[in-house]
């Protein structure tokens, strides 16, 4: 279940920092209320992931995870550049969730 709620965690960074282009600057009332309630949100999951998941492994994941989906929605939404080097580069944090999640004692 822990493993869930990071990665859970994980997407609300993505959302935070995907939100953080458009508050623009924190100018717009809307977008910079989800971006900050995206934040409190990942944060308060990733401190009960933290609970029975090692800190250094949870931290990295959720990183790996927010990284990624935020390259993945930064193709997707704002046009930014899906070269080979950034996808194989997306490729390889993949690589490192997944050899965290295994070597893993939870």
């Known amino acids: ?12 960074e993505t959302g935070w920092a995907i939100g953080l282009k458009y508050t623009d600057g924190f ?6 209320l989800w971006t900050v309630l995206s934040m409190i949100i990942s944060l308060w999951l990733l401190g009960i992931a933290i609970k029975s998941l090692p800190v250094g492994t949870a931290y ?8 990624v989906g ?17 996808l194989i580069s997306v490729a390889l944090i993949i690589a490192g969730i997944i050899g965290l ?3 893993s004692p939870n």
């Open 60 to 67: 990295a994941v959720w990183v790996g995870i927010g990284a």
């Open 70 to 86: 935020t390259v993945i929605l930064g193709i997707m939404l704002l046009d930014e550049p899906a070269n080979p080097a950034r």
């Open 27 to 32: 100018t717009k009332p809307w977008p910079t």
């Open 101 to 103: 999640k295994l070597a």
């Open 1 to 12: 279940m822990d493993w869930m709620i990071l990665a859970i965690a994980g997407l609300f």
